[in-house]
């Protein structure tokens, strides 16, 4: 089996994955926010690359949210934005959700292939990803969505705590340079505090989504994208 890497949800879109268990992650905040939002009762998502697709597909359910960013901020005319603590309310319960962010939901719309299984991942649900594909007898390929098709280390530095611990893998040259950033980083938020997109999110007042993103294990869950259906669920393993 092998462990690779996509850095940016652009790069994906230039690739064809097959039979592979796809990791998605976008950990500011797009990821963080989808295992946040099932944990607290939301029973699908339906994650869309722009607001028109989101405003249209919402149409056919009787019980939906809109929700998403543009620029980390929320949409104008949408119920929710992109924050986790946003989604830790009774009011989301049994509810569906159509979302749309600058890089999450764009790097599920970018994977292109056959026979996959796409999983979502972020800080909060690390531990049970990572006991899932322990199992695993497939090549694993992880999706990091960066920021605006560029590189971003909060992304990075989950994908190189997964693969740290999945010593049953051979691991691309890429693959092995996360994994390094990984055993380096004692501390997620110390880590990141520095870097671009950390430092933007602060900027706009959302210092408490960014310390609640960076906590480890918070919800165990796994979480799948089926694309026939469009839509992210739980699942249990």
Same mark, same amino acid.
């Given at each position: 089996m092998k462990i690779d890497v996509f850095l940016t949800a652009e790069e994906v879109k230039q690739k064809e994955i097959s039979n592979s268990n796809v990791i998605v992650i976008d950990v500011l905040r797009a990821t963080s926010v989808m295992v946040t939002a099932i944990a607290h009762g939301v029973s699908k998502i339906y994650p869309y690359e722009s607001i028109e697709e989101v405003r249209e597909a919402s149409l056919t359910s009787s019980c939906c949210i809109l929700c998403g960013e543009r620029k980390g901020l929320k949409i104008e005319g949408f119920d929710y934005g992109n924050s986790p603590l946003e989604y830790q309310t009774e009011k989301i319960k049994n509810r569906e959700m159509f979302m749309t962010t600058t890089n999450g939901t764009r790097a599920l719309s970018n994977i292109k292939g056959k026979n996959n299984k796409i999983w979502i991942a972020s800080f909060l649900n690390i531990s049970t990803v990572l006991s899932f594909l322990e199992k695993e007898e497939?090549?694993?390929?992880?999706?990091?969505?960066?920021?605006?098709?560029?590189?971003?280390?909060? %992304?990075?530095?989950? #994908?190189?705590?997964? +693969?740290? *611990?999945? !010593?049953?893998?051979? /691991?691309? %040259?890429?693959?092995? #340079?996360?994994?390094? +950033?990984? *055993?380096? !980083?004692?501390?997620? /938020?110390?880590?990141?505090?520095?870097?671009?997109?950390?430092?933007?999110?602060? !900027?706009?007042?959302?210092?408490?989504?960014?310390?609640?993103?960076?906590?480890?294990n918070t919800y165990p869950l796994l979480l799948e994208y089926k694309r026939e259906t469009n839509s992210i669920f739980a699942v249990t393993k």
């Open positions: 497939k090549d694993c390929i992880i999706v990091c969505a960066g920021t605006e098709n560029h590189f971003s280390l909060d %992304d990075a530095l989950c #994908a190189g705590m997964i +693969i740290e *611990k999945l !010593s049953n893998y051979e /691991k691309t %040259d890429i693959a092995l #340079a996360l994994e390094q +950033i990984a *055993k380096t !980083s004692i501390n997620v /938020k110390e880590s990141l505090k520095n870097t671009k997109h950390y430092r933007y999110l602060k !900027s706009i007042g959302l210092e408490k989504d960014l310390e609640f993103c960076c906590h480890l």
